[in-house]
């Protein structure tokens, strides 16, 4: 990576970093307090798992990471065996198509698994 390009994707990262943290936190505090004053209005758990509809944590979030993680890996393997110029979009073009065969793969299986009812 060059100098030019690290100097603009630090900071960057940093202030992405920064705004991914305080969006979770903010979510974590904004739902803790929203569940504490349910709790307070005396709803029951029942009622306040129906009200909030919270997302579950299905069996195939691993699968989804694991997917995505390997063919983005996959993806930059087949950059570095393919030459190109230093100022050609090639490179994110193949991570892309890499990447979304990754969440296509995703998409099928949980689609497959899950029929419409």
């Known amino acids: ?16 970093t920064f705004t991914v943290l305080v969006v979770l936190f903010t979510k ?3 739902d803790y307090y929203l569940k504490k004053r349910m709790v307070q209005n005396g709803l029951d758990k029942e009622e306040i798992k ?4 919270e997302k579950d944590q ?8 694991g997917l995505i993680v390997f063919f983005g890996g996959l993806g930059l393997v087949v950059i570095e065996y393919i030459p190109y110029d230093d100022n050609s979009p090639l490179p ?7 990447l979304s065969l990754g969440f296509l793969i995703y998409y099928f299986m949980v689609k497959n698994e899950n029929p419409p009812s």
Do not use: C, D, Q, R
């Open 50 to 53: 129906a009200l909030l509809k």
């Open 92 to 98: 994110f073009g193949i991570l892309s198509i890499f």
């Open 28 to 30: 974590t505090l904004t």
């Open 58 to 65: 299905s069996k195939f979030a691993a699968l989804k990471w």
């Open 1 to 16: 990576m060059n100098h030019e390009t690290y100097e603009l994707l630090s900071p960057v990262a940093i202030i992405g």
